[in-house]
């Protein structure tokens, strides 16, 4: 069956760090992969998207990459802040795209002062 | 202000009852999704559509009904038949742009909780 991994347990980072989140995934071919951000008791925000054929994508201090030999993805924030402590969600996706996203568990990212 | 709402944010349901979810956006979008979210677990899809008056199973759709009848508006409803309905419920909404590839807008959620 497909299976999305995470990190399982919280990851602190100093501020001013970078914070690197892993995605790993077996069984499933997705045609691209997004990362979302969710604070406590709120839905998913949208943060990147990066299709099959990418290597990388940047946005602000945000950067992902996805390797589907590996079939993983990495999550970067750089220059971390305190405002960017929240869980962060990696989903993957077919190619006909609305058919809905399969979802990791999360990680829980602590940036402290 | 265009946007996915979800309402109530918090419902109580006595055991046997039927309670329903309600999803609307105003976002123009195609397909909308009901999500469940467990503590320490990542989202289970429960029910998609992509288009008014059809819908899809999700991987966990037993015990939960829902209907399409408008583009903006898809109520989940939880029946008596979910074994365990106490969760917190996302509904979300994307285009169908091309080949889809398109991030999903998440509404506030609905915490359920059976008394």
């Known amino acids: 069956s497909q299976k999305i991994e995470q990190n399982s347990e919280a990851l602190n980072i100093q501020e001013g760090k970078t914070a690197t989140l892993t995605c790993n995934y077996t069984n499933y071919s997705p045609a691209y992969l997004q990362w979302y951000r969710q604070d406590p008791g709120r839905g998913p925000v949208f943060l990147l998207l990066?299709?099959?054929?990418?290597k990388e994508k940047r946005k602000e201090r945000l950067k992902v990459t996805f390797d589907t030999t590996l079939k993983q993805s990495l999550f970067h924030i750089t220059a971390s802040q305190p405002a960017d402590s929240a869980t962060y969600l990696c989903?993957?996706?077919?190619?006909?795209?609305?058919?809905?996203?399969?979802f990791g568990k999360g990680t829980h990212l602590i940036i402290q002062p | 202000d265009g946007g996915i709402t979800q309402s109530p944010k918090y419902l109580f349901r006595k055991e046997g009852q039927n309670v329903t979810l309600s999803c609307e956006q105003n976002l123009n979008h195609d397909a909308m999704y009901w999500y469940r979210q467990d503590p320490g677990q990542g989202l289970r899809l429960i029910y998609y559509?992509?288009?008014?008056?059809?819908?899809q199973k999700g991987d966990i759709a037993e015990g939960y009904s829902v209907s399409r009848e408008k583009k903006e508006s898809f109520p989940l409803t939880v029946t008596s038949a979910q074994k365990n309905p106490t969760a917190f419920y996302l509904c979300?909404?994307?285009?169908?742009?091309?080949?889809?590839?398109?991030?999903?807008?998440f509404g506030q959620g609905t915490r359920l909780t059976v008394v």
């Open positions: 989903a993957l996706g077919s190619g006909g795209g609305a058919d809905g996203l399969t």
């Open positions: 559509s992509q288009i008014v008056n059809d819908f």
């Open positions: 990066i299709r099959e054929n990418e």
């Open positions: 979300a909404s994307s285009t169908l742009m091309g080949r889809g590839n398109t991030e999903a807008f």
